[in-house]
């Protein structure tokens, strides 16, 4: 499988890599996301429905490029709480926050993304059969409070999704779209090999991170993937409106 469009003609700018990734993803319906989401920006949807996802993992060697990775600044765990959106396209994700525990990250990607990151406390414990603990409790007064806590693991060799399926519209996007206070549209352009996903189990003790957007989350079993480790390009943001 491909990506859906060609990289970016220009050079990228930093690297990263993804570790022991949690996809959580609900059902929702459009009309639950459109007051939280850009008008400028088309709510993306499968068979007429759109999906929130909750996405847990710890990122490690994030490294501008031609530099040497720092220790300091170079690994930190995020959690992100999204959906999904399709401009000119182009596919891709819009968050609705971001969660890591790094402040000078954070700050960082607030000014050059436009992105809502927010300050957490997080703990990443890895444990017998594969198993990882994630606790993240927000501790940034530009949010309202939110907090993820789970244990969830693989239960499957790593596939490949079929280009078409929910597991492939779900999670293979290469881009991410954000705006500033004056309204302009901006792409961030990502590049990477197609997810190594495996099937996964959680036990989700705590998410209100639903709840501090105004969202109410379905009663019914998330849809769950893992990915043990993704390596990432990233390029800057462009203004595309």
Not at 75 to 90: D, M, Q, S
Request: proline share 10%.
């Amino acid at each position: 499988m491909s990506r859906p469009y060609p990289v970016p003609d220009r050079p990228w700018v930093m690297k990263q890599s993804w570790n022991d990734l949690l996809f959580a993803h609900w059902p929702i319906d459009v009309s639950v996301l459109r007051p939280l989401v850009p008008a400028s920006l088309p709510i993306d949807t499968y068979d007429g429905t759109a999906w929130i996802g909750v996405v847990p993992f710890h990122m490690t060697g994030v490294t501008p490029r031609g530099l040497p990775a720092l220790p300091y600044f170079s690994a930190f765990p995020e959690l992100n709480l999204r959906t999904y959106v399709n401009l000119g396209n182009k596919p891709g994700v819009y968050f609705f926050s971001l969660d890591a525990q790094h402040r000078f990250m954070v700050e960082a990607a607030r000014l050059s993304y436009r992105l809502p990151y927010h300050y957490a406390r997080i703990q990443v414990q890895h444990q017998p059969f594969e198993t990882t603990m994630y606790t993240c409790i927000r501790d940034d007064k530009r949010a309202r409070p939110g907090g993820f806590a789970a244990s969830y693991r693989p239960t499957s060799d790593v596939r490949l999704a079929a280009r078409g399926s929910l597991d492939d519209w779900l999670t293979e996007r290469y881009c991410l779209y954000s705006t500033d206070q004056k309204g302009t549209l901006y792409r961030g352009e990502i590049d990477h090999e197609p997810w190594p996903l495996q099937m996964a189990e959680a036990d989700i003790i705590n998410n209100t991170l639903p709840e501090s957007m105004g969202i109410t989350l379905p009663d019914t079993d998330p849809v769950l993937h893992f990915a043990k480790k993704l390596d990432v390009r990233v390029w800057l943001l462009q203004a595309i409106r």
